[in-house]
């Protein structure tokens, strides 16, 4: 069996599954956020009864992360449904915006957006913070109400986005009947050269296979280049496998999986047993495709869908509005580094948003220093605006007051994971995704550019 059907056949109860059978998966977590939180809360409602209890108190993580920092009454309710749903059923892993459990939430469009407006249990954007806060295990079954769920993947779990519908039975249940999808086979072999990325390496991929190339299949990643792959760089290129149309990505285990998720688990107080599954001798793919990661150049996902692969240095001639870094995908502490890299002793050229993940990534960067300087301040000073409310801001858009959402027609390179018309805010507009490097490269010159041009 490979990576997937492992995990699934024991979360079925079974020995053995295949590709294309269909089996009752039992869940370990089932993660929701503000958007979809508040519509799997009525359909768990109405289906359950008014006075019912979630199957496991301990099993559900609500991360609110997506309309945050707006001042939309309806977005800042949204919240507030949560909260009130957490203190009904005495959930233990809420992520407030707030510390107060019986405040309301009202963001103060008065201060700004640059200035944090959270309390100390707020952790940022849910795939980012799932992990950081230890709720992702190897050999786990992982459900979240949101499509990128994928990401947890890195850490060798199945996980993938569910809707509301099905979220709402999880969560009154902890089942979910799930068809085993079959399983594409990525072999990593070779290292990435100076000005490459986690985000070139699943931008080539999709790019191999097409934008739906993946639909319902496993998207499982191996092999020798594992060894020089952070998590954070499986992190990105896991999120990434519903850009392909994957039900899942998923990475083998190694000691710097085992090392994140001991160190995670055990400074959150969260569960530190797990099982992890290895590969088979007998696996059966769909298909294989060997990447060498040493052969790679920077690339770019044009607009409109992230199967629209070109070369960086091929597109010098396209123009630019606007720069973006940020997201579940491109705002991790390691991804504004390697950003800074390119950035330090420069400007930027065209406005340029910075969304760090989390506030654990906030900190990360207030606290970093290069010379006399912390990379915060060498962002902000090369022209970089850096909100320090970590959130999902424009990646998916959002209100038309959302930090960085483009509210007219313009085009914006970007260091987020999804690039379908009006995905980021106009419905004119262009989004042109690449690694932060790239996105760096490109903020400087004002056109999309190679980020191997400014590396020495
Ligand atoms: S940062 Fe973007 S891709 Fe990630 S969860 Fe938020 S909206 Fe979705």
């Given at each position: 069996m490979t990576l997937t059907e492992k995990i699934l056949a024991r979360a079925a109860g079974k020995a053995q599954v295949q590709a294309g059978e269909n089996v009752w998966v039992q869940a370990d977590i089932l993660m929701t956020h503000d958007v979809c939180g508040p519509g799997t809360i009525g359909v768990f409602k109405r289906e359950f009864g008014k006075n019912a209890r979630v199957w496991?108190?301990?099993?559900i993580v609500i991360i609110p992360d997506?309309?945050?920092?707006?001042?939309d009454s309806k977005s800042n309710r949204n919240v507030d449904i949560l909260r009130e749903f957490v203190n009904e059923q005495a959930l233990e892993y809420f992520y407030d915006v707030?510390?107060?459990?019986n405040g309301r939430w009202v963001f103060?469009?008065?201060?700004?957006?640059?200035?944090r407006q959270y309390g100390a249990n707020f952790a940022g954007v849910c795939h980012t913070a799932l992990p950081q806060k230890g709720h992702t295990r190897p050999g786990e079954v992982l459900f979240g109400?949101?499509?990128?769920?994928?990401?947890?993947?890195?850490?060798n779990e199945f996980a993938t986005g569910i809707g509301n519908t099905d979220a709402g039975f999880v969560m009154g249940t902890g089942k979910l009947l799930l068809k085993v999808p079959e399983t594409m086979h990525f072999r990593l072999e070779g290292k990435l050269r100076p000005g490459l990325m986690a985000k070139d390496v699943i931008l080539h991929c999709i790019g191999e296979i097409?934008?739906?190339?993946?639909?319902y299949r496993a998207m499982q990643f191996d092999g020798p280049a594992l060894s020089h792959l952070s998590m954070d760089d499986r992190m990105t290129i896991a999120n990434m496998a519903i850009e392909a149309g994957g039900k899942n990505g998923i990475f083998e285990f190694d000691a710097q999986t085992q090392a994140y998720v001991d160190y995670r688990c055990k400074l959150n107080g969260t569960k530190a047993t797990y099982e992890p599954v290895e590969r088979d001798h007998d696996e059966k793919f769909v298909s294989e495709l060997v990447v060498d990661l040493s052969k790679l150049e920077p690339v770019v996902a044009c607009?409109?869908?992230?199967?629209q692969r070109k070369l960086a240095k091929d597109l010098n001639h396209i123009g630019l509005d606007r720069a973006y870094i940020g997201s579940?995908?491109?705002?991790k502490t390691s991804d504004f580094l390697d950003f800074a890299r390119v950035i330090r002793g420069r400007r930027v050229v065209i406005d340029t948003f910075g969304v760090p993940a989390t506030p654990e990534i906030v900190r990360d960067l207030q606290a970093a220093r290069w010379g006399d300087k912390t990379v915060w301040q060498i962002l902000v000073e090369a022209g970089v605006q850096m909100t320090?409310?970590?959130?999902c801001a424009a990646c998916?858009?959002?209100?038309?007051?959302?930090?960085?959402?483009?509210?007219?027609?313009m085009k914006c390179i970007s260091a987020t994971n999804r690039n379908f018309?009006?995905?980021?805010?106009?419905?004119e507009s262009q989004v042109f995704l690449a690694s932060p490097m790239t996105v760096a490269a490109s903020a400087i010159t004002g056109k999309i550019t190679d980020p191997r041009e400014f590396l020495s």
């Open positions: 496991d108190r301990n099993k997506h309309y945050i920092f707006t001042a707030l510390d107060d459990p103060d469009a008065k201060q700004g957006q640059l200035k109400t949101d499509s990128h769920t994928c990401m947890a993947g890195a850490f097409g934008f739906d190339g993946a639909t607009h409109p869908d992230p199967g579940c995908t491109g705002g320090e409310n970590a959130s998916l858009g959002g209100p038309t007051d959302t930090f960085g959402r483009m509210n007219t027609p018309p009006g995905r980021m805010g106009h419905k």
